[in-house]
């Protein structure tokens, strides 16, 4: 492993950090763009029903083997490289803008596959509008039932539309009806129902929102699926980078959250009605959220909908456990979590099974396991815990 190999990580856990942090700490508002037709969405029940939910099994186990050897191979590496080696800003810029030629040039090779999910790819790299949009409808004619792919061309266009012409309406039917049980599809359409002035059917659509069976914005999904892409694209980077880049890119193309917490404020104080639908998808979210960014945007709608209501003692409750959590963030960057996040990144196993087990069980109960095992195995095999690599880890 060079020095070159960390630049990627280094990336990468900076823009998830920032990402993670704004979003815990900020509300946005953000003015989008309608879109000409709207869509049929049906009315639900008026009252908020919260779904139940199975208890997980308990978490698997991460790989022993490949874990013992990951930790091996990073001593082994921090052994050849200076204690006091640090960064200097214009070797970070240099790692982003190698990541940004990268990502054009793996979507200009993927865009002539006759496969969707390298279309797909293709797209989500793509930087022109136009272009994307382009791609992306072709992706759609091939396989127009892919939840995860309908879920990100819808977003895509929610927030591009002004910059080039796309088939949303097309595309938030099919998307609710191969997604249909995903809130945050209902929460999209939402946002868009309410740019355009349905305030009634954007109403119907949070309905829908804060009484679906899951929460999902496909983070995993898209690492993933980045990861593959560069690796199809025969780019020559190791897996280390290719998964530490697919990383950085994900957290930094999280939905935007701004329109419906937007939405959701300003119809609140207006209705009854609205408050409480939007505290059940701010519950649902909190509590169904595989990720911590959902978890966050969750709390923040709830806080939003109890003040409306008039609710300052259980605002008060929700602002406590956003801080709390925010804080809990703040803390845990530190040797432990840094040095989990580069495990991951060195294996392909522990990387794929990281990333299931957050589908599975969520980002916190993922993160605590892997680090619970690493952990023990350093207590059993204290000599893997090298000085100069977690030297590193705590800096950053």
């Known amino acids: 492993m060079t020095s070159a190999r960390w630049l990627p990580v280094v990336i990468a856990s900076i ?10 700490g900020a509300r946005e508002e953000h003015n989008g763009v309608t879109a000409d037709t709207a869509i049929a ?23 022993a083997e490949e874990l013992y050897a990951a930790l091996t191979d990073l001593c082994l590496d921090s052994s050849q490289q200076s204690e006091d080696k640090e960064w200097t800003p214009e070797e970070t810029q240099a790692a982003g803008e190698e990541m940004r030629q990268l990502m054009q040039i793996t979507s200009k090779q993927l865009s002539v596959s006759p496969s969707t999910e390298h279309l797909h790819v293709a797209a989500l790299l793509e930087r022109d509008s136009t272009r994307r949009f382009e791609l992306l409808d072709r992706a759609i004619r091939q396989s127009p039932n892919d ?37 945050e599809s209902w929460l999209r359409v939402a946002a868009n129902r309410y740019k355009q002035g349905e305030t009634e059917a954007a109403l119907d659509a949070m309905r829908h929102a804060a009484t679906a069976a899951e929460t999902r914005i496909y983070w995993t999904e898209t690492v993933e699926i980045i ?40 119809q609140s104080s207006l209705s009854a009605d609205w408050a409480y639908t939007c505290l059940g998808y701010g519950e649902l979210a909190e509590n169904q959220s595989k990720t911590e960014i959902g978890a966050s945007i969750g709390r923040s709608i709830q806080k939003m909908a109890l003040e409306a209501l008039g609710e300052p003692e259980k605002a008060a409750v929700v602002e406590l456990r956003r801080q709390t959590r925010r804080q809990e963030i703040f803390n845990s960057v530190g040797d432990h979590q840094a040095v989990t996040e580069w495990l991951f990144f060195s294996n392909p196993t522990l990387f794929y099974s990281y990333l299931a087990a957050i589908r599975s069980h969520g980002e916190i109960a993922a993160g605590r396991k892997i680090r619970q095992q690493t952990e023990q195995l350093l207590e059993q095999q204290p000599e893997l815990a090298c000085e100069p690599y977690w030297a590193r880890a705590k800096r950053l």
């Open 227 to 266: 990861e593959r892409g560069l690796a199809a694209a025969g780019s020559g980077h190791t897996f280390f980078e290719r998964a530490s880049w697919a990383f950085s890119f994900s957290a930094m193309n999280i939905p935007r959250y701004a329109d419906s917490t937007t939405m959701c404020m300003q």
């Open 147 to 183: 939840a995860f792919l309908l879920w990100r061309a819808v977003q895509i266009c929610s927030e591009e539309s002004d910059t080039a012409a796309c088939d949303l309406p097309d595309w938030e039917r099919k998307l609710l009806s191969a997604d249909s049980q995903n809130s």
């Open 15 to 24: 823009v998830a950090v920032l990402v993670l942090v704004a979003v815990l």
């Open 41 to 63: 969405v049906p009315t639900p029940a008026t009252a908020v029903v919260r779904p139940t939910t199975a208890i997980p099994a308990p978490i698997a186990e991460f790989p």
